[in-house]
């Protein structure tokens, strides 16, 4: 038996019942740890009694503004001994029933508003038996075949329940990329799923503010990590930086969470120089590159809070590198240090050290914890070689051992905190009978951080205008992968092996086309 996420939970619950586990702001409803506790115990008696064995996969398909359900279905799922899939529910029906098939998911937990999204992808996930609504089927006017209301599945015992677990059982399978081919899910197992270890912390009474959709690597590590330091999660569903100032200035978190996208609009924000920040000692970033300029108006704001920008990725999982107070003014643009015992390396092909200031790949080891790709060994083989795990990041080390992340070599484009790969775009644009070519690329942009730009080659004989374009991809990838930017061009540059030279798009050196 290892350390579970879960016994965390009912430590809480033991410790601290009626305290505020994890609060939805915009609907001002709360959980208990003693209700999260209880109400996960009833669904997960539920599911074990509906056949959910320990191993099967649990989709969780639950927007933002289920976050009560989302928390407590997470808990109930390893309380059966399943592994939890946590699915983005921005995907179109393809990229879901990509990821579900893959996963060979045999349970999905969602809620009304969201049962036809999953029926469409369902159809060609023949594993898929069990869907369980939070909401039954919000009052459809013809029953929807095979939906099983929430409180019908949970049983009436709240008391313990957990199915015995080992340290090598899967706990998660994390999807980095909603791709029609080759979807990635990160395996996290029991023994790798603790970002911090368990405690038994003194209740602060304050809370850790985030808005992160819990699909995601940072989403997830705030469902457990608030209560290891004693606080309430504090969530928003949907970002508005006026509102996050408001919630800063009544709720008075001792921590946030933001991404670099959200710092961008906090700033910008008319009331920022006003708003009263003074609960905040903790103002933590991350998922992206934030620049100096960002986090120097942060601090100078909140001289008091450490604000820095923490450095890690759902392949790495407990593996990340974080700021010590005192350092995060000295540091600029630095990502903070590894945390022990993890290490770090940047190297240069083949394998080579670098030494400090030089940059190339950042590399990562954290003995006995490390995670892989599901049911894909050769991905898996092309990461982790050697025991460390090739990041695809760019990147220096100082004197002291600090990192700098500089890029990225492998090419995922985060727009607004949501990773892209050109590939999934490429392919989809690859997809229309008048496209002969397409390459997709990450430029900067203000507030996102970074936008899409496509660039295509239209095939011999054949007429397309981008709002066809458009209209054709967003029947097949979700919203914010649609390019804005499409560029009709003669031809791609690419080099002697035929691969493009996406540098040279990115730097705007290719002219578009005449046609
Ligand atoms: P994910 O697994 O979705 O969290 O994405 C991980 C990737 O996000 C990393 O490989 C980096 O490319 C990027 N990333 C995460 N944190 C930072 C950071 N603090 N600075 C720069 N890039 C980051």
Redesign the pocket.
């Known amino acids: 038996m290892t350390e579970l996420l879960t016994d965390q939970l009912r430590l809480m619950a033991r410790r601290h019942p009626d305290e505020i586990g994890y609060r939805n702001l915009d609907a001002d409803t709360a959980l208990t740890f003693a209700r999260w506790d209880g109400d996960s115990n009833r669904l997960a008696r539920g599911l074990a009694g509906a056949g959910v064995a320990k191993g099967d996969r649990v989709s969780i398909y639950l927007p933002n503004e289920e976050v009560l359900h989302w928390v407590v279905a997470y808990a109930a799922v390893h309380k059966a001994g399943a592994v939890a899939v946590p699915t983005n529910t921005r995907l179109t029906a393809a990229e879901t029933s990509t990821i579900l098939g893959h996963a060979e998911a045999s349970a999905a937990v969602t809620c009304a508003s969201h049962l036809d999204a999953l029926a469409a992808a369902r159809r060609s996930v023949p594993s898929l038996g069990l869907v369980v609504s939070t909401d039954g089927d919000g009052g459809a006017a013809r029953p929807v075949p095979g939906v099983v209301p929430w409180e019908s599945v949970a049983a009436d015992d709240a008391g313990d329940f957990q199915v015995d677990l080992e340290p090598d059982d899967l706990a998660d399978i994390m999807y980095?990329s909603g791709t029609t081919g080759s979807p990635k899910g990160v395996v996290v197992r029991h023994r790798n799923a603790s970002l911090l270890p368990n405690s038994d912390p003194p209740w602060t009474g304050t809370a850790w503010l985030h808005g992160s959709p819990l699909f995601?690597?940072?989403g997830i590590s705030f469902v457990y990590n608030p209560m290891k330091l004693g606080k309430s999660a504090f969530f928003l569903p949907r970002f508005d930086a006026g509102r996050w100032l408001e919630v800063v200035a009544t709720e008075r978190p001792e921590a946030v969470f933001i991404v670099p996208a959200m710092a961008q609009l906090i700033l910008g924000h008319p009331d920022f120089e006003t708003a009263d920040l003074s609960s905040i000692q903790l103002c933590s970033?991350?998922?992206?590159?934030?620049s100096a300029a960002v986090l120097r108006r942060l601090q100078e704001r909140m001289p008091d809070a450490t604000s820095s920008?923490?450095?890690?990725?759902?392949?790495a999982g407990p593996a990340y590198c974080a700021m010590p107070k005192d350092e995060a003014w000295r540091r600029a643009g630095s990502?903070g240090k590894p945390m022990p015992p993890m290490e770090v390396r940047v190297t240069a092909e083949p394998g080579r050290d670098l030494p400090a200031g030089a940059v190339g790949e950042v590399l990562i080891r954290l003995a006995g914890r490390q995670r892989e790709y599901y049911r894909d060994p050769e991905a898996t083989a092309r990461t982790w070689t050697d025991g460390w795990l090739r990041?695809?990041?760019l990147g220096r080390l100082d004197e002291d051992g600090y990192l700098y992340?500089v890029g990225?070599t492998k090419e995922?484009i985060?727009r607004g905190g949501h990773?892209i790969y050109a590939t999934d775009v490429e392919n989809a644009l690859l997809e229309h009978a008048a496209v002969a070519e397409a390459a997709v690329v990450g430029v900067p942009h203000d507030v996102l951080g970074e936008d899409l730009a496509a660039f295509v080659v239209i095939a011999a004989g054949q007429a397309l205008d981008v709002e066809q374009l458009r209209a054709f991809l967003l029947e097949r990838l979700a919203d914010y992968k649609v390019p804005r930017r499409v560029t009709f061009v003669e031809q791609l540059p690419r080099n002697a092996t035929g691969k493009v030279l996406k540098h040279e798009l990115q730097a705007g050196r290719w002219t578009p086309s005449t046609r």
């Open positions: 980095t995601t690597f940072a970033l991350g998922s992206a590159p934030v920008n923490g450095y890690g990725m759902t392949e990502v990041t695809g990041d992340i990225r995922v985060i990773n």
